[in-house]
Nanobody
Framework: QVQLVESGGGLVQAGGSLRLSCAAS????????VGWFRQAQGKEREFVAA????????YYADSVKGRFTISRDNAKNTVYLQMNSLKPDDTAVYYC??????????????????WGQGTQVTVSS
């Protein structure tokens, strides 16, 4: 069982940066793949970025490539999402999700077993 808590959201102007954190409970977090998703008001939840359990596989949505960076610190049981050059279209609730290592994908909602409660990111123009 893994519990996830997101933090780091807030209000930022367009062009600014934020770093989101996803802190996990559980001694085996290092064997979990982690993804970030977001859901804007009135829209479906969408994939943003993912990192494999060992950190060697990194995946990004086209809309955030070159602006967002996902990373993990297994010693701290934490995954980060560094968000630069933020745009108003990035405004959403951001969720982290985790699943045990295995052959499943990393970009679909159904790939993940555990979800955090989300953190709001608002980008003003």
């Amino acid at each position: 069982q893994v519990q996830l808590v997101e933090s780091g959201g807030g209000l930022v102007q367009a062009g600014g940066s934020l770093r989101l954190s996803c802190a996990a409970s559980g001694r085996t977090f290092s064997s979990y793949a982690v993804g970030w998703f977001r859901q804007a008001q009135g829209k479906e939840r969408e994939f943003v970025a993912a990192i494999s359990w060992a950190g060697g596989g990194l995946y990004y949505a086209d809309s955030v490539k070159g602006r967002f960076t996902i990373s993990r610190d297994n010693a701290k049981n934490t995954v980060y999402l560094q968000m630069n050059s933020l745009k108003p279209d990035d405004t959403a609730v951001y969720y982290c999700a985790a699943r045990p290592r295995g052959p499943r994908g990393l970009t679909a909602i159904a790939d993940y077993n555990y979800w955090g409660q989300g953190t709001q990111v608002t980008v003003s123009s």
